[in-house]
C-alpha cells in the first residue's frame, strides 16, 4: 500500500523545481502525466505514479554516489512500505535512455514510465531539454565536426567521452 504520495509529490516538487538540466519538476510532472495516461485499467496507478515521481532519483547524471541510500530515507521519509523498496529500486534503475548500452528487462510499470519519459524526450520539449543538458552539464557544442571519429562502444564511453549530442544520435540512428 502507498500512503503520503501528495507529500512525496510535493517533496520532489520542491526537490527538483530549481534542477537545470532539464530533468525539472516540470519534465517530472509530465512523465508522471504521461504515464498515468499510458497505464491501461488493470494497471497499478499509485504503485506507477510513485515510480514516475521517483524516476530520476537514480540517474548518475543529477544525484550522487550515495543516492541509493538518499532514496531509501526519502521513501522512509515518506512511509511508503518497505515491501516496494527492492521493486521500485529495481525499476528505477531500469528506466532511462544510457545510450542505448543498458539494456535489461523491465516491470510493465517500468515499461509504462520508461515510455513517457522517452515520450518527453520527443518533439520541441525533447529538443529544448537536450539543448538544456548540452549546455548546462555537458558545456558541449550542438555540432563539432572535430569529434565526429568519437566511438562509443559501451555505457562509460557515453558518459565520459566529450561527444555531442547530434552524434550520438546519429549512431544510434
Known amino acids: 500500500m502507498i500512503n503520503n504520495i501528495e507529500q512525496l509529490e510535493q517533496y ?8 537545470a538540466s532539464g530533468h525539472d519538476w516540470f519534465h ?12 491501461q485499467p488493470q494497471d497499478d496507478f ?20 550515495d543516492a541509493l541510500q538518499q532514496l531509501k530515507n526519502i521513501l522512509a521519509d515518506h512511509h511508503i512500505e518497505p515491501t516496494l523498496y527492492s521493486r521500485l529500486i529495481k525499476d528505477i534503475q531500469s528506466i532511462g535512455f544510457k545510450g ?6 523491465r516491470t510493465r510499470e517500468a515499461m509504462i514510465v520508461s ?9 520541441a520539449i525533447g529538443i529544448a531539454r537536450t539543448f538544456q543538458y548540452n549546455g ?3 558545456h558541449a557544442p ?17 558518459r565520459q567521452k566529450n561527444v ?8 544510434n540512428y
Not at 28 to 39: D, E, G, K, Q, S
Not at 100 to 105: N, S, W
Not at 164 to 171: A, C, D, E, F, R
Open 164 to 171: 555531442t549530442l547530434l552524434l550520438i544520435l546519429m549512431k
Open 115 to 123: 515510455d513517457a519519459d522517452l515520450l518527453d524526450a520527443m518533439g
Open 46 to 65: 499509485p504503485y506507477i505514479k510513485l515510480l514516475a515521481l521517483l524516476h530520476e532519483e537514480l540517474d548518475d547524471k543529477l544525484n550522487p554516489d
Open 100 to 105: 542505448g548500452f543498458h539494456q535489461v528487462d
Open 136 to 138: 548546462q552539464v555537458k
Open 142 to 158: 550542438f555540432y563539432d565536426p572535430a569529434l565526429a571519429k568519437v566511438e562509443l562502444n559501451n555505457y562509460a564511453d557515453y
Open 12 to 19: 520532489i516538487k520542491t526537490k527538483y523545481q530549481n534542477e
Open 28 to 39: 517530472i510532472y509530465r512523465v508522471t502525466y504521461l504515464a498515468l495516461n499510458l497505464a
